[in-house]
C-alpha cells in the first residue's frame, strides 16, 4: 500500500508570516515530490516538483525533500491571503501518481 | 498556451441516466488519467492511458468506462450513475520524463461538477 500521508489541518498563520507544510510517504521507491494548490471547487495545479534531497526554491515557495526520512515540506514565506487553499501532496513511482488528502491553509490578513 | 480542456464543467444527470465527460489535451502527452474527487478527500484514481493501454484500478466500480480514441482526446462514460458518483472528475495528463525534465510530471484539467438528481 503506497500511502502518503498529510495533517489535515486546518492550518492557520497571520499575513506575513511562513507557512509550513509537511508529508510523508511510506514507499521508499518514490521517485519525484510534488506539492498542488487546490482553491475550493477548483482543481489542483502544480506549484512545486522535486526530485532529489535538499531544498529547492520558486519565488515565495521552497519544497524540501529528505528522502532517507521519506519526508516532504513545502515552505511558503510571506504568506497572503491568496495563499488560502489546500495543498495536496503528491508522489510517483513511474506514471501512478499517490495522493495525501490535503492540508487546508488559511491566512488571515 | 498548452492545456488540458474539460467539458462540460457541470454537468447535471438523473439517477440511472448516462452521461459522458469529455477531456482534451494540447500538451501532446502520452499518458492521460480520469480521478474522482470528492469533498475534502484526494483525487482518487479511476484509470489511467499509456498511450493507448488502458490500465484501469482494481477498485474502479465497472459503471465507469473510459474511450480514448486518440492522443488528444480521452473520454469517461458513467453507464448508470448513483447518488454516490456525485463528485468532481478531474482529468489529468503526463508526459514521459526528457532531457529537459527527469520525471513525469501532472497538470490537471479545471474538473467536471458532476450532480446526480
Known amino acids: 500500500q503506497k500511502e502518503v500521508e498529510q495533517n489535515s489541518g486546518p492550518l492557520s498563520v497571520p499575513e506575513g508570516a511562513i507557512a509550513s507544510l509537511n508529508c510523508t510517504y511510506s514507499?521508499?521507491?518514490?521517485?519525484?515530490f510534488f506539492w498542488y494548490r487546490q482553491y475550493s471547487g477548483k482543481s489542483p495545479e502544480l506549484i512545486m516538483s522535486?526530485?532529489?534531497?535538499g531544498d529547492k526554491e520558486d519565488g515565495r515557495f521552497t519544497a524540501q525533500l529528505n528522502k532517507a526520512s521519506q519526508y516532504v515540506s513545502l515552505l511558503i514565506r510571506d504568506s497572503q491571503p491568496s495563499d488560502s487553499a489546500t495543498y495536496l501532496c503528491?508522489?510517483?513511482?513511474?506514471?501512478?501518481?499517490?495522493f495525501g488528502t490535503g492540508t487546508s491553509l488559511t491566512v488571515i490578513p | 498556451d498548452a492545456m488540458v480542456i474539460q467539458n462540460p464543467r457541470y454537468q447535471v444527470t438523473q439517477f440511472g441516466k448516462p452521461v459522458t465527460l469529455s477531456c482534451s489535451q494540447t500538451?501532446?502527452?502520452?499518458?492521460m488519467y480520469w480521478y474522482q474527487q470528492k469533498s475534502s478527500q484526494a483525487p482518487k484514481l479511476l484509470f489511467h492511458y499509456y498511450d493507448k493501454d488502458f490500465n484501469n484500478e482494481a477498485d474502479t466500480p465497472d459503471n465507469f468506462q473510459s474511450r480514448r480514441p486518440n492522443t488528444s482526446f480521452c473520454f469517461l462514460d458513467i453507464r448508470s450513475p448513483g447518488l454516490g458518483d456525485a463528485a468532481m472528475y478531474l482529468c489529468a495528463t503526463s508526459g514521459a520524463p526528457t532531457s529537459g525534465r527527469s520525471s513525469y510530471e501532472q497538470y490537471f484539467g479545471p474538473g467536471t461538477r458532476l450532480t446526480v438528481t
Open positions: 500538451l501532446n502527452h502520452n499518458v
Open positions: 503528491a508522489v510517483n513511482i513511474g506514471n501512478q501518481f499517490y
Open positions: 522535486i526530485y532529489s534531497n
Open positions: 514507499d521508499r521507491v518514490s521517485q519525484s
